[in-house]
């Protein structure tokens, strides 16, 4: 398939800088083609781990391609989701991404569940907490799950994507076997002081925070996609969002702990 240059490829780098961010719609590199059809070629090609200065490319070289021919990308190119495979050789967003996003995830995770289970054997009265089989079940299930965003997020992502109700029955029924296993499996495997335990939590709360506050001001989960001679458009503030991802896990666990307070006070 003769492809020629496309416009986009002239002239000097410049930016797609828009605080708006309408200018960073992907359509703007493909206009001929049908919306469809770069839609669903963005999205395989994202689930592959494709970087976005090369789906960019691709997009550019099909643009260029049915303007010039007038033929449309589906029968010029075919399946979007076979050509985004197609095309997909090369390294990927994964290889060279800091995964301290998924450790400031987990630790998170972690810091929220010892800070409430040392807050409810506070409110007890017990100077002790004991560790049951239902704490280990809980804390096996966050790493489990971690692991699995870690090491398989392509597979996992792909799934939530092409059965979303099945998956949040998988979540529901994952949410449920952790409260199961801290009401059914109460049996005390260990004692350990409380005040050690709501210290991890804190310490695991403010070090999740610390590295999604590292990754996020690092730009590490941002990947525009940009036309040929585009630059990275100029990186903003955090902003109100930014600033409650980073701090959701704190959020919710004073939230929760100040309930647990005032169901206590009231009963």
Same mark, same amino acid.
């Given at each position: 398939?003769?492809?020629?240059? &496309?416009?986009?490829?002239?002239?000097?780098?410049?930016?797609?800088?828009?605080?708006?961010?309408?200018?960073?719609?992907?359509?703007?590199?493909?206009?001929?083609?049908?919306?469809?059809?770069?839609?669903?070629?963005?999205?395989?090609? =994202?689930?592959?781990?494709?970087?976005?200065?090369?789906?960019?490319?691709?997009?550019?070289?099909?643009?260029?391609?049915?303007?010039? &021919?007038?033929?449309?990308?589906?029968?010029?190119?075919?399946?979007?989701?076979?050509?985004?495979?197609?095309?997909?050789?090369?390294?990927?967003?994964?290889?060279?991404?800091?995964?301290?996003?998924?450790?400031?995830?987990?630790?998170?995770?972690?810091?929220?569940?010892?800070?409430?289970?040392?807050?409810?054997?506070?409110?007890?009265?017990?100077?002790?907490?004991?560790?049951?089989?239902?704490?280990?079940?809980?804390?096996?299930?966050?790493?489990?799950?971690?692991?699995?965003?870690?090491?398989?997020?392509?597979?996992?992502? =792909?799934?939530?994507?092409? =059965?979303?109700?099945?998956?949040?029955?998988?979540?529901?029924?994952?949410?449920?076997?952790?409260?199961?296993?801290?009401?059914?499996?109460?049996?005390?495997?260990?004692?350990?002081?409380?005040?050690?335990?709501?210290?991890?939590?804190?310490?695991?709360?403010?070090?999740?925070?610390?590295?999604?506050?590292?990754?996020?001001?690092?730009?590490?989960?941002?990947?525009?996609?940009?036309?040929?001679?585009?630059?990275?458009?100029?990186?903003?503030?955090?902003?109100?969002?930014?600033?409650?991802?980073?701090?959701?896990?704190?959020?919710?666990?004073?939230?929760?702990?100040?309930?647990?307070?005032?169901?206590?006070?009231?009963?």
């Amino acid at each position: 398939m003769n492809m020629t240059d &496309s416009g986009h490829r002239q002239g000097a780098p410049h930016a797609t800088t828009d605080p708006a961010g309408d200018t960073l719609d992907p359509q703007r590199l493909a206009p001929h083609v049908e919306q469809d059809w770069v839609d669903a070629f963005i999205l395989e090609q =994202r689930l592959l781990g494709i970087p976005g200065d090369r789906i960019g490319d691709a997009l550019a070289e099909v643009e260029s391609h049915v303007n010039d &021919s007038g033929e449309g990308a589906l029968d010029a190119f075919g399946d979007p989701v076979a050509y985004a495979r197609e095309v997909a050789a090369g390294p990927r967003v994964d290889d060279d991404r800091d995964p301290s996003w998924i450790f400031g995830l987990g630790l998170g995770l972690a810091g929220m569940n010892l800070t409430l289970f040392s807050t409810h054997a506070w409110i007890d009265g017990e100077g002790r907490m004991a560790l049951t089989a239902g704490h280990l079940v809980v804390l096996g299930l966050v790493v489990a799950t971690l692991a699995l965003l870690l090491l398989r997020s392509e597979a996992f992502l =792909r799934f939530v994507l092409q =059965r979303p109700w099945v998956s949040l029955g998988l979540f529901v029924l994952h949410f449920s076997a952790m409260v199961g296993a801290l009401f059914l499996l109460s049996t005390p495997v260990a004692h350990v002081p409380t005040g050690l335990v709501g210290a991890a939590g804190v310490l695991a709360l403010a070090a999740g925070t610390i590295m999604e506050w590292r990754s996020r001001t690092a730009g590490q989960l941002e990947d525009p996609i940009l036309g040929p001679g585009e630059s990275r458009p100029a990186r903003g503030g955090l902003g109100w969002f930014g600033w409650l991802t980073i701090l959701l896990f704190p959020l919710i666990t004073l939230a929760m702990v100040g309930l647990s307070l005032l169901v206590a006070r009231l009963s």
